[in-house]
């Protein structure tokens, strides 16, 4: 079985590096033959798994591993392999393919339509994404008392559904609402100098690979280029292709999106190399990747330990041109907070709004109790009512993000559960390594590296998000942790306490 | 026929980016695993093409098209796949995808034996290619009074034998043994000062890369790289990459390397976009592909009127840095005749003499006439009387090129038949075009590269390289043109007429 499912997992990988090409290196001219190659080699993978012969396979391996303890990788693997196998037969492969076919035609309809900031122009193709991914959900199923966007997350989320995601977000909502409140009163306002310093993008880029090696990405087994959104792909844990963007102001920018993909790709060089192909050297889902990323863009990289270290280096990659800013208006611009209209710019106390925003819409969708013709109104009411924002135009609006018109529904939660895992994951790391920051004001980070190959990277899907949580920290995934850590740190920089 | 046909080269077109990163952007840790996908991927595409589905196909499309003129683009086509059928149904599956594997995984060893100038690093690998190359030689099968040789050489030139290779070689030799005996006791030496002057870099990439754009290489259809060995592939017509190497003494090597490049890069951007897939969008073999490169390296990018144009170019990459050097300099510099030891330096002159050596020592272990573990030694030999030279080390000797490392036995001859043809075909554009060399000094290569395009580029696969050799120049293939190009301006340039 294991065999044959890497074989599967080759042909997928081949693809990977094709998307991360078409993102990076592609010449405008390959565009068609692209999708045509992507959407070939999606079928020829699929074709391959869904088999019976596959199907075969997997029971052999089942009844082989059933005396082994259930955390073992091999009786993981085929657990996990089975889980794949039951939903990827479950589609029909006209399904599949349309599905296909619809996403690489609306997601450039949704760039004409972003750059006209024109929602109409994208609205058809918004309408047959949400009906064919209810149908989706349909062939997939759900659990008694679901409903069928718990069918569509559990592709990124194993097991997550909405209700559990609604009583989450609902308390958490209301305490960074509180936070806000607070903040918008304060009587300090952190320095916004630093991220309006413009600095040579050339000098930019040594310095954030220079700090993306430091902090611990290996790259004879990976890279990091640049593209206009960034990102973390690659075939698998020893060629892990991230990227990243300069902006003249300023280079937090450059720094936050390179260690926020650092945290993927580090989180992906950290898996089983021995277990390539297979779910044991496979990361958990995208709330654990998202834990990995939020950890070092946030609790790291805007931390003021990290700052006491990264000042000193400024001067060989900058010169003079940071001389005037203190280590205070450096932490200052980290983490100066103030509500915008546009998710991947949102500091980290806004942040998990806009997710929660888009969690409630999508939702809706697919349960049918939002048109997608109302879709622009109720996310201008949305944002009036989370951030006190007026969304001036669709493109700033409900056109701003990708996911939808890839057909990706289900998703965007996995960015606000990684966001408290990372925070209850630093607690305990903090707690288990005495010194940890320390480290980090001297430039030593492989401590916590280290810490979260073991206690993360090494259990490849062997453990579900709460699962993990649960193992790592000894409690429940809570948003107490991240209050504790934006409480503990905003407070004071707005002169709270 | 044509729709599974396309399929086939579409799986092959995602092979050959997959190939392209690992030579330009793959870190090191991926190449374990990027042999696994190359070799998998072999594996697909030898699966749906020598289905015996395929087979009713072609059957099928033959008597359908039996009708229209031979040399029409659906007969073309189908004559093309046939034959392509033919040979692919004589090899196992499992052989395909051994040579895939061992390729990717021997050109590394290559790399890695090159560096540290160890033949016996790299031996074990070039025992185990001849071994199996020899093993797909016999699957393939050779004609009567033939030898294996032949086989494997049709992959790369449709038709050619060893036999006709040496029949053209062995008085070329002569010749050209003759024009450098006489070039040795010349009066007059070409200054080589240009060739010893520095230039930054990062302004020679910014000239040749003009200079590509200039001579009709489209970027918006293909990049230009770097590379160590450089060299051009990409998927198809509109995504083409070449990579070109930079070395600070002098711009001639990055200029050359690049024209060189284009000129294979421009061959498959001007074939025909709407057969991707097909044979009449496909080269017609290596030997013109390689008239192509040599054509645009050699007949325009070392002749007079190029550097009349481009010495007035100079200035706007370069500064004052070129100032000191006259028009005389830079012809005398681009046309130093000096035996060296290495194939992708040599000067117009000698460089046959390097693929000669080449094409007897293939052919001799293909042959069984010569062990691997005595390459080294009989090449070391055979450079002392072909060109007088000792040997200093394996990787001046016969570690230097790519070629048999990644399976390649067979290749060799075609740079020089396509050398022989392009001298040929470029007589014949400079009847055709008056005005064309005038026209190079202005900067004008467009004429040329539009000829190319009728001539050569639009027929695809439709004639073989004596057939269209014939078709444009009414002369079989001769050596003749060459002779007459390289004696009519070496001499001069020797004081010797």
Tied chains: 1, 2.
């Excluded at 033959?33 to 999606?42: E, G, I, T």
């Excluded at 012969?53 to 955390?71: F, N, V, W």
């Excluded at 559990?154 to 989450?168: I, K, M, T």
Aim: aromatic letters at 8%.
């Amino acid at each position: 079985m294991a065999a044959k499912a890497r074989e599967v997992k080759l042909i997928e990988s081949c693809a990977a590096v094709l998307g991360w090409d078409q993102e990076t290196m592609m010449p405008e001219g390959g565009v068609e033959l692209r999708s045509a190659q992507l959407s070939h080699l999606a079928r020829l993978s699929h074709q391959a798994f869904t088999s019976t012969e596959m199907g075969d396979l997997i029971a052999a391996a089942k009844s082989e591993c059933a005396a082994l303890p259930e955390e073992h990788p091999d009786r993981v693997d085929v657990r996990e392999i089975e889980r794949d196998w039951n939903k990827a037969t479950k589609l029909p492969e006209a399904l599949v393919s349309e599905l296909a076919e619809l996403s690489s035609k609306a997601m450039h309809a949704w760039a004409v339509a972003r750059k006209a900031s024109d929602f109409s122009q994208f609205k058809p193709w918004l309408e047959r994404t949400v009906q064919l991914n209810r149908q989706k959900a349909e062939c997939l199923g759900w659990e008694k008392g679901g409903e069928p966007w718990d069918a569509l997350s559990d592709h990124y989320e194993p097991g997550l559904n909405a209700a559990d995601v609604q009583r989450v977000f609902e308390p958490l909502r209301t305490r960074l609402q509180g936070l806000l409140d607070r903040l918008k009163g304060a009587p300090r306002k952190p320095s916004n100098a630093f991220n309006e310093h413009a600095l040579a993008i050339a000098d930019q880029e040594r310095f954030v690979r220079f700090a993306a090696k430091r902090i611990g990405f290996d790259f004879s087994r990976g890279r990091l280029d640049r593209s206009t959104h960034p990102f973390c792909g690659g075939s698998h844990c020893n060629d892990v292709r991230m990227t990243t963007r300069y902006m003249e102001t300023c280079v937090l920018d450059a720094l936050g999106s390179t260690m926020h993909e650092c945290g993927h790709g580090m989180y992906e060089q950290g898996l089983d190399a021995t277990r390539i192909g297979l779910p044991m050297g496979e990361a958990a889902g995208l709330s654990v990747h998202e834990s990995q990323s939020r950890l070092w863009e946030n609790q790291v990289g805007r931390s003021r330990p990290f700052w006491t270290w990264a000042q000193t280096q400024l001067p060989a990659f900058f010169g003079d041109a940071c001389d005037g800013f203190g280590l205070q208006d450096l932490v200052d611009g980290a983490n100066v907070v103030e509500p915008g209209f546009i998710r991947v710019e949102a500091d980290e106390g806004t942040y998990n709004m806009h997710v929660m925003i888009r969690f409630q819409l999508e939702r809706a969708m697919i349960k049918g109790d939002l048109k997608v013709a109302d879709l622009p109104g109720v996310w201008n009411g949305l944002y009036k009512d989370y951030l006190g924002l007026t969304v001036p135009d669709d493109r700033r609006g409900c056109l701003q993000d990708v996911h939808w018109s890839m057909g990706a529904i289900g998703y965007f939660p996995t960015y606000t559960l990684g966001t408290l895992l990372a925070a209850q994951l630093f607690e305990k790391a903090r707690t288990d390594l005495p010194g940890l920051e320390e480290g980090f004001a001297r430039g030593d980070f492989a401590p916590l590296l280290t810490w979260l190959r073991t206690n993360v990277h090494a259990h490849g899907r062997r453990y579900r998000l709460d699962g993990l949580c649960r193992k790592v920290t000894g409690q429940p995934l809570s948003a107490d942790p991240l209050m504790r850590h934006l409480e503990g740190k905003l407070l004071p920089l707005y002169g709270l306490s």
